[in-house]
């Protein structure tokens, strides 16, 4: 069994925000205009990456398209915060009250999160 680990939210949401940007601007067939995102650490459900009111072009967007970014904002972050084991988190697409959140959930064993 793996040991617990901790990871700072405030590393992960700086990177994730520099990510997101990056990742949106790859995939210009499912976002052609930017989106009006909220990007960091989203509790209760323990996200980080990005939440968006599905509108336009979005709407139309696959599953397995919103799932390719969700994999990408996943290993970009994880590449650049090296000191938590990301890698191990698990990318994925939720939509909860009319809101999509794309991105991943931290490692099973990351249940410490500093400020």
């Known amino acids: 069994m793996a040991k617990a680990a901790s990871i700072s939210v405030r590393d992960v949401t700086k990177v994730a925000k ?8 790859n995939h210009k067939t499912v976002f052609p ?3 009006d995102v909220r990007v960091g650490f989203f509790p209760p459900h323990y996200w980080f990456g990005f939440v968006m009111v599905p509108t336009g072009e979005i709407q139309q967007a696959t599953l397995q398209e919103l799932m390719d970014v969700a994999v990408e904002i996943k290993r970009f972050t994880a590449d650049q915060v090296t000191s938590s084991n990301l890698g191990a988190g698990r990318p994925g697409v939720m939509l909860n009250d009319g809101l999509i959140t794309v991105g991943f959930a931290p490692p099973l064993e990351a249940n410490q999160f500093e400020g």
């Open 33 to 35: 205009k930017t989106p």
């Open 18 to 25: 520099s990510t997101v940007k990056k990742v949106l601007a």
